[in-house]
């Protein structure tokens, strides 16, 4: 069964950085399509960064592009997105999805999440 642990989360100043991490198991991580998704308090999902199965191909959100960063190390079957420059309107659970190429893909395949606060 798919799992998916997110860590690295944590409360942050604006200006700065986090790394998170997603740890990948039961199901082929090299051959999938990856993203992040994250949700506010009170507001719907909203869907960050894809990554292909390779690596050679990237997309973001406007609403981070130019300060996230996703990669994946699939001989570690992990997702990575650094997070730089983090805004407090950056705040938001932070979950990492199997699929998924511009959008979310279903909740389904979603871990547990992560939590980044940004405050100073």
């Known amino acids: 069964q798919v799992q998916l642990v997110e860590s690295g989360g944590g409360l942050v100043q604006p200006g700065g950085s986090l790394r998170l991490s997603c740890a990948a198991s039961?199901?082929?991580?090299?051959?999938?399509?990856m993203s992040w998704v994250r949700q506010a308090p009170g507001q719907g999902p909203e869907w960050i960064s894809s990554?292909?199965?390779?690596?050679?191909?990237?997309i973001y959100a406007d609403s981070v592009k130019g300060r996230f960063t996703v990669s994946r190390d699939n001989a570690e079957k992990t997702l990575y997105l650094q997070m730089n420059n983090l805004k407090p309107e950056d705040t938001a659970l932070y979950y990492c999805?199997?699929?998924?190429?511009?959008?979310?893909?279903?909740?389904?395949?979603w871990g547990q999440g992560t939590q980044v606060t940004v405050s100073s």
């Open positions: 039961g199901f082929s991580f090299s051959t999938s399509l």
């Open positions: 999805a199997r699929g998924g190429w511009g959008t979310a893909p279903t909740r389904v395949y």
């Open positions: 990554i292909d199965f390779s690596s050679h191909n990237t």
